[in-house]
């Protein structure tokens, strides 16, 4: 074989491969390459930016997604440790029901009222509670009454029969005499 014959059959290329090889650089560049480069952002904890549309953050070393939801699940998951003495909070039903209203643990709450009690300031509290659970529920039957007064619908039920919703045929005197009623009995204290 000719030496001119050689030459042609191996490129550069080829001959620094050969030589990675042998030498074990098995991940050596034989050739450059010129185009695309994907940028690498480096992000810390607490970031927050937006890539393909979606916001993301790094929470606990782990990159998330950022939803609207977040701030939904931050008041109804039940937290580690109390945020006002520090205990673990253990996941039962008193802590639970104590979180949704308080945003303490169980045991906080007891110590809180007892604080009360001794102070002759506990009937007051507790009055203060009960009349916000009623205000929040007249209210929610004001949204039912409005809601069933403007429906003029037809569904058609599982059996296949269609129902005629009018709810919109009611007297608007009498609705507006009922949600007097009820904003009589918001004023009312308990």
């Not at 059959?9 to 991940?27: A, P, V, W």
């Not at 998951?77 to 945003?103: A, F, Q, V």
């Not at 409005?146 to 029969?161: C, I, L, M, Q, S």
Request: proline share 2%; with cysteine.
């Amino acid at each position: 074989m000719s030496e001119n014959n050689l030459k042609k059959e191996f490129s550069q290329r080829d001959i620094q491969r050969m030589r990675n090889l042998i030498t074990g650089d098995l991940s050596g560049k034989t050739q450059t390459q010129v185009g695309y480069e994907k940028h690498a952002h480096t992000y810390q904890e607490g970031d927050i930016w937006e890539a393909n549309g979606k916001q993301w953050t790094i929470k606990n070393g782990i990159k998330q997604t950022v939803t609207k939801y977040d701030d939904l699940k931050r008041l109804v998951t039940l937290p580690l440790t109390c945020p006002d003495c520090g205990r673990p909070m253990k996941s039962n039903r008193y802590n639970k029901e104590m979180w949704s209203i308080h945003k303490k643990c169980f045991d906080c709450v007891i110590e809180f009222e007892t604080k009360l009690r001794q102070e002759g300031k506990f009937e007051e509290y507790q009055r203060k509670i009960m009349n916000s659970n009623k205000d929040a529920y007249l209210d929610d039957i004001i949204n039912a009454i409005d809601t069933w007064a403007e429906v003029k619908e037809t569904f058609v039920n599982e059996a296949g029969d269609v129902e005629n919703w009018a709810g919109g045929n009611v007297d608007k005197e009498e609705i507006a005499r009922l949600k007097d009623h009820i904003k009589k009995l918001k004023e009312q204290q308990i």
